[in-house]
């Protein structure tokens, strides 16, 4: 009987070895957002956007935008897409050329852009 056993455990491991990567189970990750300063929630920033992927697992943004600093594109990160969703995004909400403003939690590098909290369109409606 123990030596079934450690015959098993042996095809068993050397199955996980070998075995295909379709066999395994799916790792379980998320993106951290641990790079957002999030005791700051108040960095407003207005441009044009130039980018937008409504996506899981974040959504993600570039805008445009034109200050003393001159013309460049900054990069935002927001929420997963089912969260946008559910605060009232729906395709064809932000498109390219739209001129929008952001409230976000700033960066902790010091790197321009941030984490999204609020996006207000021109019409100033808000999700």
Do not use: C
């Not at 379709?22 to 956007?49: C, E, M, Y």
């Not at 001129?99 to 700033?106: N, R």
């Amino acid at each position: 009987m123990t030596r079934k056993i450690v015959i098993a455990a042996f095809l068993i491991g050397l199955t996980s070895l070998v075995a295909p990567t379709w066999l395994a189970a799916p790792a379980l990750a998320h993106h951290s957002a641990a790079r957002f300063d999030f005791s700051i929630r108040d960095v407003k920033w207005s441009g044009t956007v130039k980018e937008f992927k409504a996506e899981n697992p974040h959504t993600h943004l570039v805008l445009e935008v034109s200050d003393s600093k001159g013309i460049r594109d900054v990069e935002f990160t927001a929420h997963s897409l089912n969260n946008i969703y559910r605060n009232g995004w729906r395709p064809g909400t932000v498109k390219v050329g739209d001129k929008i403003t952001v409230i976000t939690a700033p960066r902790k590098d010091g790197v321009e852009g941030g984490y999204v909290l609020t996006m207000i369109m021109a019409d100033g409606k808000k999700f």
